[in-house]
């Protein structure tokens, strides 16, 4: 079927009015079958089709369509590009290639309009089901919620530090059963009184922080790739009574837990040749990257409860480490290529077959001075926020 069109242009009276030959159209395909078509369109058609028809936008805006949407979205995912042009700040996003063809490019597309001017954000988290989380410094210091495949961004509400606490770290996780997406930000001890930590759940209506009192207490590292939601669990780097862990947040029940790291894990004392530790989703379980000198360690956590981990080290040729020393650590995709990206490079490790395959990002030559900021894999487009 080469060419599907969603109206037929054949009525019964040529005098008919063209709305009422849209309305007589539409009743000959089922519901059904326009959301199996609609989700197979990009993201950014969609904010086109809510102003075709009552009817296209009844259906776009559906639960039922938008729960599609993001189940489609999951099965192809995107590599998301943060890039700044001219005091603005844009989200940009391009197909994830498997085993990409050494040398080859791909196009980057802008989610227009989700420009934000004058904004410096000092922190931006690793996209969560297809939500972004801010957190501004200078004059804009405001916190926001972006979703970049609708083009929609909003202000989160002041934090209620009571005079006392200040906020040490923001999260964004999702609760995968409950489909809720919460902010978590930690507050700083001070001499009046203990940590105070508060979550906030996103929905329609005012938006209302609640205030947390774990049963433990510890100190966010504070790292700005530090952070990751896997399966429900916010995982981020802390110490815990003078020891390096791994702190848990339960997003759905809210509740704290932590996981101890190895001694091996920890970084040498005047190695000057060990990068920064890094969390990433290594198969649906948590993993750790840093490398050593030359060798790419993978630690990942087998069992939480018992704080097992194992570990996976792989010996780099003098060009993969030349590669990896002037490029940053993004993540693994789901196929299990690691990745590293330096401005438009993108480079994909693959680990079976010791091969690196560099992709060139185009598509950003209209932008005025453009810079890449993070990269991020895995980016699913959700349509179902905001």
């Known amino acids: 079927m080469k060419h599907l069109?969603?109206?037929?242009?054949?009525?019964?009276?040529?005098t008919q009015s063209s709305n009422s030959v849209r309305e007589y159209s539409s009743d000959q395909i089922p519901v059904d079958l326009h959301m199996e078509i609609f989700s197979l369109v990009p993201a950014k058609s969609i904010a086109r089709f809510l102003c075709v028809s009552k009817l296209w936008a009844s259906?776009?805006?559906?639960?039922?369509?938008?729960?599609?949407?993001?189940?489609?979205?999951?099965?192809?995912?995107?590599?998301?590009?943060?890039?700044?042009?001219?005091?603005?700040?844009?989200?940009?996003?391009?197909?994830?290639?498997?085993?990409?063809?050494?040398?080859?490019?791909?196009?980057?597309?802008?989610?227009?309009?989700t420009l934000?001017?004058?904004?410096?954000?000092?922190?931006?988290?690793?996209?969560?089901?297809?939500?972004?989380?801010?957190?501004?410094?200078?004059?804009?210091?405001?916190?926001?919620?972006?979703?970049?495949?609708?083009?929609?961004?909003?202000?989160?509400?002041?934090?209620?530090?009571?005079?006392?606490?200040?906020?040490?770290?923001?999260?964004?996780?999702?609760?995968?059963?409950?489909?809720?997406?919460?902010?978590?930000?930690?507050?700083?001890r001070t001499y009046r009184r203990n940590k105070t930590h508060w979550t906030l759940t996103l929905e329609s209506g005012k938006l209302l922080w609640?205030?947390?009192?774990?049963?433990?207490?510890?100190?966010?590292?504070?790292?700005?790739?530090?952070?990751?939601?896997?399966?429900?669990?916010?995982?981020?780097?802390g110490t815990l009574e003078g020891s390096f862990v791994i702190v848990c947040f339960d997003v759905r029940s809210e509740?704290?837990?932590?996981?101890?790291?190895?001694?091996?894990?920890?970084?040498?004392?005047?190695?000057?040749?060990?990068?920064?530790?890094?969390?990433?989703?290594?198969?649906?379980?948590?993993?750790?990257?840093?490398?050593?000198?030359?060798?790419?360690?993978?630690?990942?956590?087998?069992?939480?409860?018992?704080?097992?981990?194992?570990?996976?080290s792989y010996v780099f040729s003098l060009l993969g480490y030349n590669i990896v020393r002037d490029n940053m650590f993004v993540g693994m995709t789901r196929t299990g290529e690691v990745v590293y990206s330096m401005g438009t490079c993108v480079f994909f490790y693959n680990i079976e077959r010791k091969t690196f395959k560099r992709v060139v990002i185009q598509g950003l030559e209209g932008l005025e001075h453009p810079i890449i900021c993070r990269t991020f894999v895995d980016y699913v487009e959700n349509m179902k926020f905001m």
């Open 5 to 14: 069109k969603l109206f037929s242009t054949t009525t019964r009276h040529e």
């Open 59 to 113: 259906i776009l805006r559906s639960h039922d369509f938008t729960e599609l949407f993001l189940t489609k979205s999951l099965t192809r995912p995107r590599l998301f590009f943060t890039v700044k042009s001219k005091g603005k700040l844009l989200f940009c996003s391009s197909p994830q290639p498997h085993n990409p063809d050494d040398n080859s490019s791909l196009v980057a597309t802008s989610y227009h309009p």
């Open 116 to 188: 934000i001017p004058d904004y410096h954000p000092t922190y931006i988290c690793k996209p969560v089901c297809g939500l972004v989380l801010l957190q501004g410094c200078g004059t804009r210091k405001e916190r926001l919620i972006c979703n970049p495949a609708k083009g929609k961004v909003r202000t989160l509400p002041s934090i209620p530090r009571n005079g006392i606490n200040s906020p040490k770290g923001i999260y964004l996780g999702y609760d995968p059963l409950g489909k809720q997406f919460k902010v978590l930000c930690l507050g700083m």
């Open 210 to 237: 609640r205030e947390l009192e774990p049963k433990f207490s510890f100190k966010a590292n504070g790292d700005i790739c530090g952070d990751i939601c896997i399966n429900g669990v916010l995982y981020f780097e």
């Open 255 to 312: 509740k704290f837990s932590f996981i101890n790291k190895d001694e091996d894990m920890l970084p040498k004392a005047n190695d000057h040749h060990t990068s920064l530790s890094t969390l990433f989703n290594y198969k649906d379980k948590l993993g750790l990257h840093r490398r050593f000198k030359q060798n790419l360690v993978l630690w990942v956590v087998e069992d939480s409860i018992n704080h097992k981990w194992s570990k996976h």
